[in-house]
């Protein structure tokens, strides 16, 4: 009987080896968690978070359907809606169009909105419009933007002493359009600006004759404002 106790003893004293042996995995696999996470914690704490990444990551998130942050809304959309919501005040949604793209927000302006033909002096007409759109920009909530302004013209060549081509008039265009962002106190160092002439027209300028398609030359006489993300 003694014999039978002591093969008992020793059977429940190896389960419980056994049993310790198991939840072993667990310890050490606690161990790597908080580790991991003190690690993730000290990575954070002496970083700087990228606001334009966070903003791409998030946005694709929601794009791809995982929302796990249903408050969040870009910048970028703000900006938008403002945009949008000038176009319909000053009833410009024939020459003024305003999209969302992946690095920021596009707008685009009719020529024809803006100055008389073989002129780039902005008209009366248009400057409470634009100062709006100036103003809107000034107020943007996001750190790290640029504001890229573009002026394009159709293939109908000017040869004037103050325009002898179109790369003049293009240039010019974009540049009175910066002047007048300044002026409404938009950060100089926020600016830029560039002429392209006829060289990216949206449509074509001549059918397959040869022959001017006039809507299409109008489509293509336009200043384009870009406000993105400033590459770091």
């Given at each position: 009987?003694?014999?039978?106790?002591?093969?008992?003893?020793?059977?429940?004293?190896?389960?419980?080896?056994?049993?310790?042996?198991?939840?072993?995995?667990l310890m050490t696999?606690?161990?790597?968690?908080?580790?991991?996470?003190t690690f993730?914690?000290?990575?954070?704490?002496v970083s700087?978070?990228d606001q334009?990444?966070f903003?791409?990551v998030v946005?694709?998130?929601?794009?791809?359907?995982?929302?796990?942050?249903?408050?969040?809304?870009s910048?970028?959309?703000?900006?938008?809606?403002n945009l949008?919501?000038?176009?319909?005040?000053?009833?410009?949604?024939?020459?003024?169009?305003?999209?969302r793209?992946?690095?920021?927000?596009?707008?685009?302006l009719?020529?024809?909105?803006?100055?008389r033909?073989g002129?780039a002096?902005?008209?009366g007409?248009?400057i409470?419009?634009l100062?709006?759109v100036?103003?809107?920009i000034?107020?943007?909530?996001y750190?790290?933007?640029?504001?890229?302004?573009?002026g394009?013209?159709?293939?109908?060549?000017i040869h004037t002493?103050q325009?002898?081509?179109?790369?003049?008039l293009?240039?010019?265009?974009?540049?009175?359009i910066?002047?007048?962002?300044?002026?409404?106190?938009v950060?100089?160092?926020?600016?830029?600006a560039?002429?392209?002439?006829?060289t990216?027209p949206k449509v074509?300028?001549l059918?397959?004759?040869?022959?001017a398609i006039?809507?299409?030359?109008?489509?293509?006489?336009?200043v384009?404002?870009h406000?993105?993300r400033?590459?770091?």
């Amino acid at each position: 009987m003694s014999v039978l106790k002591k093969e008992l003893k020793i059977l429940r004293r190896k389960k419980k080896r056994e049993d310790h042996s198991a939840d072993d995995w667990l310890m050490t696999y606690s161990d790597a968690v908080t580790l991991l996470m003190t690690f993730l914690i000290l990575l954070l704490s002496v970083s700087t978070i990228d606001q334009s990444k966070f903003d791409q990551v998030v946005e694709s998130i929601k794009e791809d359907g995982f929302d796990s942050s249903k408050e969040f809304v870009s910048p970028f959309e703000v900006l938008k809606n403002n945009l949008d919501q000038i176009t319909d005040d000053y009833n410009l949604a024939e020459n003024m169009t305003v999209t969302r793209q992946p690095k920021g927000v596009t707008i685009e302006l009719a020529s024809s909105s803006l100055y008389r033909a073989g002129s780039a002096d902005i008209q009366g007409k248009s400057i409470q419009a634009l100062s709006e759109v100036a103003d809107a920009i000034k107020n943007f909530e996001y750190e790290n933007y640029q504001v890229e302004i573009e002026g394009h013209s159709d293939n109908v060549a000017i040869h004037t002493k103050q325009f002898p081509s179109n790369w003049e008039l293009s240039v010019n265009r974009a540049t009175n359009i910066v002047r007048h962002f300044l002026r409404e106190g938009v950060d100089s160092q926020r600016l830029k600006a560039a002429g392209y002439a006829d060289t990216k027209p949206k449509v074509p300028n001549l059918d397959v004759a040869g022959n001017a398609i006039p809507e299409n030359q109008a489509i293509n006489r336009r200043v384009v404002i870009h406000v993105v993300r400033k590459e770091s």
